[in-house]
């Protein structure tokens, strides 16, 4: 047995060794370890150091880095570098390598905006033999590539790409899969095959027949959604519905009990605020009523007129403590619209636009049947009518004072500067502005209805671009009218995808008579409309960016064989000398299209009017384009055949219907009213667009626009 004394010390000269030991295992196991490259995982680094380790690496690392380097690049916005690595890529690739560089080109494309050239390359992956980063990044090219032009393929991209995405990133996946799906046509879903096993499709198309089944009934909906989330448990849309149908679970109807009619009684304005004010009141008392009867034959009596209405019509209160009655006809019409020629001063009774009844059933409306009948909110005794000058006083103070009387939804005010100082003024009460302000800011309690030039031309601009037109040229007064509606179609030919739009000015009727005295006539050309649209952004799911696509604003002019279609904004009169020297320098051959705004639509059109206008289309409210003749007839007469003033009623009407609706405008989007001044429906921002009627002129008749 060994002392302690000698195990001590051999312990002793141990402890240096096993420390040595230690520390060399520990400097091992620190020693700097050579990065790898995964080409199918995520790229968080920066092109700089992709590039470098590039540089660094053997051959067989080599590919892998330059990979990583050009998602970087893309990433960054550094096009050209992307564009010039993908071309130094060799020839010869492994197979996730070569699934990658299919990838990085596409998304290169995608950036250069040719959809086409990445479709062509989307084509060659197989997607099964991806990594579930390569996946998002695979459908999310499909969906740009898409262009959101909806389509079959497009929501399978989207419908694919929803499982491998975290919660933030699934809503917005859900969100464009029903944006997709409701910009769907008839056509494409009567079309549509899908397989057997595609359950999650079926699934999204019998959420969208619930919702056009019931869009109208916001009751029904809610239960038609709940129903749906039990048929169809395991899709996506039954955990986390799409964000509108979401607002939907929430909808509570707004209250009518009173309703605060803001209007100028005095100076000006006052006549268009009295013809407003007769749609507002017929409607609410159900004087609609009896002009939805079957059309009159010729054996019954006329329409009546504004001084035989119901001698047990109630009274309305107005602001001052006194009654008017409420279905008061307007006083003059010497004061119509600037913007409108005067009114038939014959006073004889008017044929509607299609020119009798039998017109307005060839349009698909017949003359028995009302759009008032299925649309219109019905009559109301109980709901009570309070009108408030808003010539007397500020508007904060109506407002004020409509609040304490009890109040509980505001129509009006009617005159822009009065709508633009809403936006500053504190109030709880709903309000269903009429008239729209320049800039339009979003109020959870606000709407915006008007009757704007502007509004017709936003509406032209989708009717001749639905018709194939490319190519437009407008032609507008030298004046602000002509500048806002040339601003207004532009900047929604844009947002179409269409390219700058040119225009074209006319002076005074003096002058155009000059020029075609003269034979010149009009050539079709024009200068570029300059607007200042919105930046588009591009769309970001998964960490992949997707720039939004860049429209080509490149200023260009045309003469007859460039422009294929031509907006005109102008009077009766006018397109009477506009449409012949039109015809001067264009030949029937060259098929340009010619479109009107409802400012051509007057009375006192006859037959050689029709005639001279042959092959042209206007837009004008469902009222006078033969939706409800009785109605129309009735209207004509009350206001002696100023369709400015028609048009007005036809607004009051509306304004009744979309008060009664006002909670669906607001919070249920893709609600739609069939209304007198067109179909109506709200934007983001709850102005009221509407859906004007197109007709044509056909050997001297007047037809529904093919």
Same mark, same amino acid.
Request: hydrophobic share 40%; aromatic share 6%.
């Given at each position: 047995m060994l002392p302690s004394k000698v195990i001590h010390n051999k312990a002793g000269r141990c402890m240096p060794v096993l420390l040595a030991a230690l520390i060399f295992a520990g400097c091992t196991g620190q020693a700097p370890q050579s990065p790898t490259a995964n080409v199918q995982g995520s790229a968080q680094g920066t092109s700089d150091y992709y590039l470098q380790q590039m540089q660094q690496s053997s051959d067989d690392n080599k590919v892998d880095w330059q990979l990583l380097a050009i998602r970087a690049l893309l990433k960054e916005g550094k096009l050209p570098q992307a564009k010039d690595q993908i071309g130094q890529l060799p020839q010869k690739l492994s197979d996730k390598q070569r699934q990658e560089?299919?990838?990085?080109?596409?998304?290169?494309?995608?950036?250069? @905006?040719?959809?086409?050239?990445?479709?062509?390359?989307?084509?060659?992956?197989?997607?099964?033999?991806?990594?579930?980063?390569?996946?998002?990044?695979?459908?999310?090219? @499909?969906?740009?590539?898409?262009?959101?032009?909806?389509?079959?393929?497009?929501?399978?991209?989207?419908?694919?790409?929803?499982?491998?995405?975290?919660?933030?990133?699934?809503?917005?996946?859900?969100?464009?899969?029903?944006?997709?799906?409701?910009?769907?046509?008839?056509?494409?879903?009567?079309?549509m095959v899908i397989n057997a096993n595609e359950n999650i499709l079926q699934g999204w198309l019998d959420l969208l027949s619930v919702y056009r089944t019931n869009g109208s009934n916001p009751d029904m909906l809610k239960a038609g959604i709940s129903d749906w989330q039990k048929r169809y448990p395991y899709n996506p849309a039954a955990k986390m519905l799409p964000s509108p149908l979401s607002q939907v679970q929430n909808f509570q109807q707004s209250s009518t009990g009173k309703i605060a009619l803001l209007l100028p009684l005095s100076g000006q304005a006052q006549v268009f605020a009295n013809a407003i004010q007769r749609g507002f009141n017929d409607a609410k008392n159900g004087v609609l009523s009896q002009s939805q009867a079957p059309a009159q034959s010729s054996a019954q009596p006329a329409a009546p007129s504004a001084s035989s209405a119901p001698a047990n019509t109630p009274a309305v209160q107005t602001a001052a403590g006194t009654s008017a009655p409420a279905n008061q006809a307007a006083v003059s019409t010497s004061a119509a619209q600037a913007n409108q020629p005067a009114a038939n001063p014959s006073g004889a009774s008017v044929q509607t636009p299609a020119g009798n009844a039998d017109n307005a059933a060839a349009q698909?409306?017949?003359?028995?049947?009302?759009?008032?009948?299925?649309?219109?909110?019905?009559?109301?005794?109980?709901?009570?009518?309070?009108?408030?000058?808003?010539?007397?006083?500020?508007?904060?103070?109506?407002?004020?004072?409509?609040?304490?009387?009890?109040?509980?939804?505001?129509?009006?005010?009617?005159?822009?500067?009065?709508?633009?100082?809403?936006?500053?003024?504190?109030?709880?009460?709903?309000?269903?502005?009429?008239?729209?302000?320049?800039?339009?800011?979003?109020?959870?309690?606000?709407?915006?209805?008007?009757?704007?030039?502007?509004?017709?031309?936003?509406?032209?601009?989708?009717?001749? %671009?639905?018709?194939?037109?490319?190519?437009?040229?407008?032609?507008?007064?030298?004046?602000?009218?002509?500048?806002?509606?040339?601003?207004?179609?532009?900047?929604? %030919?844009?947002?179409?995808?269409?390219?700058?739009?040119?225009?074209?000015?006319?002076?005074?009727?003096?002058?155009l008579k000059q020029g075609i005295n003269s034979g010149a006539g009009l050539r079709l050309s024009g200068t570029p409309i300059t607007t200042q649209p919105q930046q588009p952004q591009g769309v970001t799911i998964a960490g992949l960016t997707i720039p939004?696509?860049?429209?080509?604003?490149?200023?260009?002019?045309?003469?007859?064989?460039?422009?294929?279609?031509?907006?005109?904004?102008?009077? @009766?009169?006018?397109?009477?000398?506009?449409?012949?020297?039109?015809?001067?320098?264009?030949?029937?051959?060259?098929?340009?299209?010619?479109?009107?705004?409802?400012?051509?639509? @007057?009375?006192?059109?006859?037959?050689?009017?029709?005639?001279?206008?042959?092959?042209?289309?206007?837009?004008?409210?469902?009222?006078?384009?033969?939706?409800?003749?009785?109605?129309?007839?009735?209207?004509?007469?009350?206001?002696?055949?100023?369709?400015?003033?028609?048009?007005?009623?036809?607004?009051?009407?509306?304004? %009744?219907?979309?008060?009664?609706?006002?909670?669906e405008m607001r919070q249920l989007p893709g609600f739609q009213i069939k209304g007198e001044t067109g179909s109506l429906n709200a934007s983001q921002d709850c102005v009221i667009n509407r859906k004007l009627i197109w007709n044509q002129y056909r050997q001297g008749q007047i037809v529904p626009a093919s």
């Open positions: 560089s299919l990838l990085l080109q596409a998304e290169l494309q995608i950036t250069q @905006q040719d959809a086409n050239g990445a479709s062509a390359l989307l084509k060659q992956i197989d997607a099964g033999s991806l990594s579930k980063d390569q996946q998002v990044r695979y459908y999310q090219l @499909q969906i740009a590539a898409a262009q959101g032009h909806p389509s079959l393929d497009l929501l399978r991209a989207l419908i694919a790409q929803e499982p491998l995405l975290t919660n933030a990133d699934r809503q917005k996946n859900i969100d464009a899969t029903w944006q997709a799906l409701v910009q769907l046509t008839p056509e494409q879903l009567s079309n698909g409306q017949p003359a028995q049947q009302s759009s008032l009948a299925a649309q219109t909110a019905p009559p109301s005794s109980a709901t009570q009518v309070q009108v408030y000058d808003t010539s007397s006083q500020p508007i904060d103070q109506v407002l004020a004072k409509a609040q304490q009387d009890g109040a509980t939804l505001v129509v009006g005010p009617l005159l822009k500067s009065n709508v633009e100082q809403l936006a500053n003024v504190q109030t709880p009460l709903n309000i269903l502005a009429l008239n729209e302000p320049e800039s339009v800011q979003n109020h959870p309690n606000l709407c915006y209805f008007a009757l704007s030039p502007e509004d017709e031309a936003r509406d032209a601009a989708h009717h001749m %671009w639905d018709q194939g037109k490319r190519a437009p040229l407008l032609m507008v007064p030298r004046s602000s009218l002509g500048d806002r509606v040339s601003k207004a179609f532009a900047t929604e %030919w844009q947002k179409l995808g269409g390219n700058t739009v040119l225009q074209q000015q006319f002076g005074s009727t003096g002058e939004a696509p860049v429209q080509d604003t490149s200023p260009s002019s045309a003469d007859g064989g460039s422009v294929d279609s031509v907006y005109i904004v102008a009077t @009766q009169g006018e397109m009477a000398l506009i449409k012949p020297m039109i015809s001067m320098r264009t030949s029937s051959r060259s098929m340009v299209q010619l479109y009107a705004s409802s400012r051509s639509n @007057q009375a006192g059109a006859g037959p050689d009017y029709r005639l001279e206008m042959e092959g042209v289309q206007f837009s004008d409210a469902p009222l006078l384009s033969g939706s409800n003749p009785a109605l129309m007839q009735q209207a004509a007469k009350t206001f002696n055949n100023d369709y400015s003033l028609v048009r007005l009623y036809a607004m009051g009407v509306d304004a %009744w219907t979309l008060a009664n609706h006002f909670n």
